[in-house]
């Protein structure tokens, strides 16, 4: 059961819609000229010229839960909120809610001391720096986060750092100031899943190096900007490492959870605004004589889409609910499904509306070629859809074997074995 919309909730819609209306959507071409001719080592003017408009609106840090640094609102009130929000990639940035800020500033905020929350957080928070998270490696399957290589050496007052880390989102971005590594401070602990901690460290720190940008499907810097990046000999105060050695997976996942709850609100947004362009093209085309919408396989693509984006809306807000109410852990399971779910279907509603769209649907024009791409990679961020359905299948398994009735059992008739169904 999910709470209805509170007041507070409405209100925050409208003025966001009438944001969005008003500042985002009219600016969306001007913003991706300036990421595609500046490129993704580049500063983009459109952020620096919406954002105090965002602020100036009361707009801004929505996804801060129970907290006076933000709005304070559930995992399900921010939910609608994203929502809109995830409707453009222009939007998130703006109102200093997108990813990997948000994660690493509930870390800072949890875990970080108060030096580091006047240090990093606070400009974080205010939108004048930015932030990545470096964990993925190109020599490791790093859905395996146990597979980590990094390493995170004890030297007196510092600790030392060398690894080989890609698609660290963010890390290109000039105003990119600290990133949150993951990596390995006790390799030989027989516990894998306390091998691992997370350091704060400076990207002005000597021996780090952004190598390159790595594109999405050919798509530089829109809107995460993912990059490889080597650290080499990298030294940082023993004082930077978080919470303590061996608790990077403890923070881990209380950085994922609400995480994958934003992720899949605003893969919900995109998908709507898909099955808007699905809809509105279909009306314009004519073919064999008779608009696109008319053709029954078109019609019964637009049925099917609004099916499963409402069926996922609905989960994602009862995962947001028990978040809410019985905590991250106990969600595990509908935060595994949320996760699996929203991204193949908003992926299946973009190949839609790329057919819709005709040839003109895999280019630029109508947007579907780059949200097919930003939607497809959520399908590997934060852990892929294998992980999740293997962990969602060994919940259903144990929650079975602890019951004590019997299921459907063979039997025996006269012409042999039945198995009842």
Not at 326 to 346: L, Q, S
Request: aromatic letters at 8%.
């Amino acid at each position: 059961m999910v709470p209805d919309k509170s007041a507070r909730v409405l209100d925050y819609e409208a003025r966001l819609k009438a944001f969005m209306d008003t500042h985002i959507y009219p600016n969306e071409a001007e913003f991706f000229r300036e990421a595609e001719e500046l490129g993704p080592f580049a500063v983009y003017p459109m952020f620096d010229r919406l954002k105090p408009k965002a602020r100036e609106a009361g707009l801004w840090n929505l996804f801060l839960p129970d907290s006076d640094k933000g709005a304070g609102l559930s995992n399900v009130e921010y939910g609608y909120l994203c929502e809109i929000m995830g409707r453009s990639f222009l939007a998130p940035e703006v109102f200093n809610c997108n990813a990997p800020d948000t994660g690493n500033m509930e870390v800072i905020e949890r875990y970080g001391t108060e030096a580091d929350k006047e240090r990093w957080l606070k400009p974080l928070l205010n939108g004048e720096i930015r932030s990545c998270f470096a964990m993925t490696e190109p020599a490791v399957a790093s859905s395996d986060a146990t597979n980590i290589q990094a390493e995170i050496k004890r030297d007196g007052d510092h600790y030392v750092i060398n690894a080989h880390k890609w698609y660290t989102t963010g890390a290109s971005n000039p105003k990119t100031k600290i990133c949150i590594f993951m990596g390995k401070t006790d390799p030989g602990n027989p516990d894998r899943h306390k091998q691992q901690s997370m350091i704060l460290v400076p990207m002005d720190t000597p021996g780090i190096t952004v190598t390159r940008s790595l594109p999405v499907f050919g798509y530089y810097g829109v809107p995460d900007r993912a990059s490889e990046v080597l650290f080499d000999n990298v030294r940082v105060p023993a004082e930077n490492l978080l919470l303590g050695e061996g608790r990077g997976f403890e923070i881990a996942q209380g950085r994922l959870g609400p995480g994958r709850i934003h992720h899949c609100m605003r893969t919900i947004g995109m998908a709507e605004r898909l099955l808007e362009t699905m809809i509105d093209r279909s009306l314009q085309r004519v073919a064999f004589g008779k608009p696109v919408a008319d053709q029954g396989v078109t019609r019964e693509r637009i049925a099917e889409a609004r099916i499963m984006i409402d069926q996922c809306r609905l989960l994602t807000l009862h995962a947001a609910h028990k978040m809410d109410t019985v905590g991250n852990k106990e969600a595990r399971a509908e935060i595994a499904m949320i996760k699996i779910a929203a991204p193949n279907m908003a992926c299946q509603i973009a190949d839609w509306a790329i057919q819709a769209c005709g040839g003109g649907g895999t280019g630029n024009d109508f947007g579907t070629a780059l949200a097919y791409a930003g939607l497809r990679t959520l399908r590997l961020a934060d852990g892929p859809d294998e992980v999740h359905r293997d962990q969602l299948a060994r919940m259903e398994i144990k929650k079975r074997k602890g019951l004590n009735h019997p299921g459907w059992e063979p039997h025996v008739t006269a012409r042999g074995r039945n198995p009842g169904l």
